[in-house]
T-cell receptor
């Protein structure tokens, strides 16, 4: 069964910490995405990548960076976590052209205290 | 701005009733339209994918239609069950970008 795996289901971090959220897909997909989901705001795109070492800003990139050193892995980095980054983070992947749709991971619930 | 809207935001039905969930989008230049299910605190599970050249897709009790000219997609769930209770999200794909609706929260009462 094809999968997008997010390394942590729940994380609690302190304000100012550097936080890494990891995502791995086993479908050989070119595209990978990071979203955050908040009540009343829906899903918002933070960053996406269409190839190794390539990245594009989404709608809300401020306070985040990403890394894609290998095709199967896409990392989201919070350089200095803040309480307003408490959220559900969802990783997704898709093949080039998105003809087969998107596959999502199970999410990481991050709480910044 | 490309927008995707889902109305109603919440829906409650008795078990056995058919569900009709609506999704509308402002830009007809889509690659595909995808429906997802999300259980509380969980990730998104893909239900159906309709490519832009298609009009509908079916899987078991689920059927999704796509009308690009009117900018609408509808998800039908036949003979609803309590296990269908979840939030249903539609998403419009264009290029490498997926734009989500706000979702419809469904409660199926036994």
């Amino acid at each position: 069964d094809v999968k997008v795996t997010q390394s942590s289901r729940y994380l609690v971090k302190r304000t100012g910490e550097k936080v890494f959220l990891e995502c791995v897909q086993d479908m050989d997909h070119e595209n990978m995405f990071w979203y955050r989901q908040d009540p009343g705001l829906g899903l918002r795109l933070i960053y996406f990548s269409y190839d190794v070492k390539m990245k594009e800003k989404g709608d809300i990139p401020e306070g985040y960076s990403v890394s894609r050193e290998k095709k199967e892995r896409f990392s989201l980095i919070l350089e200095s976590a803040s309480t307003n980054q408490t959220s559900m983070y969802l990783c997704a992947s898709s093949s080039l052209g998105t003809l087969r749709g998107y596959t999502f991971g199970s999410g990481t619930r991050l709480t910044v205290v | 701005k490309q927008e995707v809207t889902q109305i109603p935001a919440a829906l409650s039905v008795p078990e056995g009733e058919n569900l009709v969930l609506n999704c509308s989008f402002t830009d007809s230049a889509i690659y595909n339209l995808q429906w997802f299910r999300q259980d509380p605190g969980k990730g998104l599970t893909s239900l159906l994918l309709i490519q832009s050249s298609q009009r509908e897709q079916t899987s078991g009790r689920l059927n999704a239609s796509l009308d690009k000219s009117s900018g609408r997609s509808t998800l039908y769930i036949a003979a609803s069950q309590p296990g269908d209770s979840a939030t249903y999200l539609c998403a419009r794909a264009a290029g490498n970008k997926l734009t989500f609706g706000g979702g419809t929260r469904v409660l199926v009462k036994p």
